[in-house]
Antibody, heavy 119, light 110 residues
Framework: EVQLVESGGDLVQPGESLRLSCSASGFTFTDYAIHWVRQAPGKGLEYVSSINDNGGRTHYAASVKGRFTISRDDSQNTVYLQMSSLRPDDTSVYFC????????????WGQGTPVTVSS | QSALTQPASVSGSPGQPITISCTGTSGDVGAYNFVSWYQQHPGKTPKLIIYEVTNRPSGVSNRFSGSKSGNTASLTISGLQAEDEADYYCNSYTSSNNWVFGGGTKLTVL
């Protein structure tokens, strides 16, 4: 069974940094791209970032480019999202999502970790 | 990248069909057959129901179908059921090498 478990969400002040982790199990980790998608309270889904299966390509939404960095540690089956210069509008639940291979779609979702940016 | 445009809400009676539209641009929906749809019940995580415009993952009811014409994709639910009441989001891969979601549509089963 595919499992994606996010951690690292917290309450931080504007301008601070935070690192989210996504621990994966139940599938061959190195065969899949992993994405981050967020959802602000009461709002819709927003694409954040992706890393391909071998870590050689990363993608970012314009709203986070230059502030967020995605990476993966295949020895730990873990994907990270390093977030810096956080702003109040980054406040969201952050979901880790496994790619449906070759289809550019988001197949399996974690439960999410909440990030609140407020002074 | 602007969000794809979806109606904020749609409604229908049990047994009726409904269609949710998703309008993008020639740089996303119109450029690729990488449109997907997600169902999200309140307090739950999203669930993939359509990928590559028309394909259903195993286990998704065949009452759900997808299509695309030009820059607009559509999700049709035939034979509405009470359990279909949820939020629905479309998504597309884009020419900027990332992805974009629609704003979401709240489906109410009357």
């Amino acid at each position: 069974e595919v499992q994606l478990v996010e951690s690292g969400g917290d309450l931080v002040q504007p301008g601070e940094s935070l690192r989210l982790s996504c621990s994966a199990s139940g599938f061959t980790f190195t065969d899949y791209a992993i994405h981050w998608v967020r959802q602000a309270p009461g709002k819709g889904l927003e694409y954040v970032s992706s890393i391909n299966d071998n870590g050689g390509r990363t993608h970012y939404a314009a709203s986070v480019k230059g502030r967020f960095t995605i990476s993966r540690d295949d020895s730990q089956n873990t994907v990270y999202l390093q977030m810096s210069s956080l702003r109040p509008d980054d406040t969201s639940v952050y979901f880790c999502v496994k790619d449906r291979r070759g289809t550019y779609s988001f197949e399996s979702w974690g439960q999410g970790t909440p990030v609140t940016v407020s002074s | 990248q602007s969000a794809l445009t979806q109606p904020a809400s749609v409604s229908g009676s049990p047994g009726q069909p409904i269609t949710i539209s998703c309008t993008g641009t020639s740089g996303d929906v119109g450029a690729y057959n990488f449109v997907s749809w997600y169902q999200q019940h309140p307090g739950k995580t999203p669930k993939l129901i359509i990928y590559e415009v028309t394909n259903r993952p195993s286990g998704v009811s065949n009452r759900f179908s997808g299509s695309k014409s030009g820059n607009t994709a559509s999700l049709t639910i035939s034979g509405l059921q009470a359990e279909d009441e949820a939020d629905y989001y479309c998504n597309s891969y884009t020419s900027s090498n990332n992805w974009v979601f629609g704003g979401g549509t709240k489906l109410t089963v009357l």
